[in-house]
């Protein structure tokens, strides 16, 4: 893994700050019904790694939106949209035979369905199955020569555009996490979870820390 932006820490600097700055609401926080119509938005990062050998995992980030309902005090189930996003740079020989940096941008965009089952009080284990989509696609950088006394000269002939690659396949994945309420309907906190994702030319693994808001 060669690049790494702020990006990838700002969902868990959130939520520590909010966690930090409700200590009041955790003293108060009473036993709260969750049963009825409840909307939630998760923000967080983690690696996504590839099941091909010599594979290496790619910090990413996570953004889900849910939509579901109580069935009961401890038990809630959901629909959820998500994509986790992942941007790196890596180096292959291209079709020219030129050795070249790539930069590399995939996707998995995804449609579940989940459950949470509360254990004590906000304490929670999640599992969650569903559809997923795949999309990979690289850009070569243009070709820097080092010939020519020892300097690099950059040729500018526009680098290579790779042809994107993309298909369906399902994912299944469980978690674990912790809220509270900090007001009348709004409960937030963390959790994290693993995505194990099933496609026909390859498999894919995300782990993932994130901070969630819930509307009750």
């Known amino acids: 893994m060669r690049t790494r932006s702020l990006s990838v820490y700002l969902p868990a600097a959130l939520g520590l700050a909010i966690l930090l700055t409700s200590a ?12 009825g119509l409840f909307f939630g938005l998760t923000l967080g990062a983690g690696p996504g790694q590839t099941s091909e050998d010599g594979a290496q995992s790619h910090m990413g980030v996570d953004a889900r939106l849910r939509l579901g309902a109580g069935r009961s005090k401890r038990l809630t189930f959901d629909g959820e949209l998500g994509v986790h996003h992942e941007a790196y740079g890596d180096e292959a020989i291209a079709a020219d035979g030129r050795r070249r940096a790539f930069d590399v941008s995939t996707q998995i965009y995804t449609v579940f369905g989940g459950a949470s089952f509360f254990i004590i009080d906000g304490l929670y284990l999640r599992g969650m199955a569903g559809f997923a989509q795949i999309s990979t696609s690289a ?21 290579l555009k790779l042809p994107s690659f993309g298909e369906m396949g399902m994912g299944v994945g469980a978690g ?41």
């Open 24 to 35: 009041d609401a955790l003293a108060l926080d009473a036993w709260r019904d969750r049963r």
């Open 139 to 159: 850009e070569s950088k243009p070709y820097v020569n080092t010939s020519g006394g020892g300097a690099s000269v950059e040729q500018d002939d526009g680098g």
């Open 176 to 216: 674990l996490g912790y809220e509270f309420f900090a007001g009348a309907d709004l409960a937030v906190g963390l959790s994290g979870d693993g995505r194990y994702y099933y496609f026909s030319e390859t498999r894919y693994t995300v782990m993932t820390i994130g901070f969630n808001a819930t509307w009750y």
